[in-house]
Structures are given as C-alpha cells and as structure tokens.
C-alpha cells in the first residue's frame, strides 16, 4: 500500500539559515509523484514543489528544493534562506501513478510544524 | 479568478442534523476531491470525481454522501452528523491525472 512518512512533528531553524523536512515514501507503482504543500496558520493549502518520478533532476522552486533520492524512496524538502513567514506546518504527499483507472488522488503525511526564529 | 471555493467557511452543527458543503471551481477540471484534515494529521480523501456526474469512494467515505451534477461543482453531504466528523474539510480540483491539486480554504465544521 502507498505509504507516506514524515518523522519529525516539529522543527526550528534560525531566520536566514536552511532546512531540511524530511519525507519517505512507499509504493509499488513505478510511475508518482511527490508534492510538498504548506499549510500556514490561516488553514490554506499551498502548493509548493512536485517532483514526478521519471524526471532526472530534482525539482526546485525559488528558495524551496527537493531532494529526490529514488532508491531511498525520500523526497526531502529544503528551505534556503529561512524568513518567518516559512513558519507553517508541511506536508509531504504523493499521487498514484498516471493511466487508466488512476484517480490522481493524492496520499499525505502528518506533517511537520516548522518554526522559524529570529 | 476564483480558482476553488468553498461554502460555508465555518458551520456548528448538532448530532443528526444534515448539512451540504459546496465545492465550486471556474478552472474547468474534470478531476475533484473532498478531504477531511483533522487536528495533527494530514489530509484524508473522502471522496472524488473524475468527471460531471461520476462519483467514487476515497480512504474514510462512511457517514458521507457526494454529487456532481455540473462539472463545476461538487457537493459534500453529511445525512446524519456525528461528532466523529467535526473536522476541517478541503476540496481540491486538478486539470489531469497527476497535475496539481488546487485547494480550497477550507471548511471548519464542529458536530456538538
């Protein structure tokens, strides 16, 4: 079954320096996609980065990059140059691969609460 | 540009009463969601729909009914509410299997 993980509740992380959330998957299904989204206080989902499982080079997005280590099955998230208003809660999510009969649901992790200190 | 709506934003209700969520999306997608996200998790899919007038269950589809009589719209319906399902509610619509899912604000229901 499609699996999602994300082991760390919460984090900190000083203002201007990176971080790294960490997400592993699990699937059976050659064909995926991974996808970070943010969730701000306000409750809004906010799409972030996808990364698609045959492409060669991990996916970036401004500040945001994921790190796409296949035989790991982990796609990571990291933030560059951390400001305060990157404090939200992240998810980690996957959807089934693409053809017939695919719903392009997506599958989420808990989450991980990142608060960023000045 | 509206993108994905949701009515109402907020909703108290009492166990057994019935209520309708509505989900609205002017981007022409064929595929919609309905997810449940409760305090400390992440988001479940209750059900979806691949296009107007089709319907199919998700991961926790008990206690829920949905329709989708227009492409642009879909509905959530709770026939009997329970407290088990106070919860904030999020439905998101995609152009194509595997492209992004674009969410709604949200939907914060308490079932007293």
């Known amino acids: 079954a499609q699996k999602i993980t994300q082991t760390q509740p919460g984090m900190f992380v000083q203002e201007k320096e990176a971080v790294t959330l960490d997400c592993t998957y699990d699937t059976s299904d050659p064909s995926y996609g991974l996808f970070w989204y943010k969730q701000p206080s306000s409750g809004e989902m906010i799409f972030l980065i996808y990364?698609?499982?045959?492409?060669?080079q991990n996916a970036t997005e401004g500040r945001y990059s994921l790190n796409f280590q296949k035989a790991r099955k982990s796609a990571n998230l990291v933030i560059s140059a951390s400001q305060l208003g990157d404090s939200a809660m992240y998810f980690c999510a996957m959807r089934e691969g693409r053809g017939s009969g695919n719903t392009g649901k997506l599958i989420f992790g808990q989450g991980t609460t990142l608060q960023v200190k000045p | 540009n509206a993108g994905v709506t949701q009515t109402p934003k907020f909703r108290v209700l009492k166990t057994g009463q019935s209520m309708t969520l509505l989900c609205a999306q002017d981007m022409n997608h064929e595929y919609m969601y309905w997810y449940r996200q409760d305090p400390g998790m992440g988001l479940r899919l209750i059900h979806y729909?691949?296009?107007?007038?089709?319907?199919a269950k998700g991961e926790v589809p008990d206690g829920y009914n949905v329709s989708r009589l227009k492409k642009q719209n879909f509905l959530l319906g709770l026939e009997s509410a329970a407290p088990s399902q106070t919860s904030v509610y999020f439905c998101?619509?995609?152009?194509?299997?595997?492209?992004?899912?674009?969410f709604g604000p949200g939907t914060r229901l308490t079932v007293l």
């Open positions: 998101a619509s995609t152009n194509l299997i595997g492209d992004t899912q674009y």
């Open positions: 729909s691949v296009g107007e007038g089709t319907t």
């Open positions: 990364q698609g499982s045959y492409d060669q």
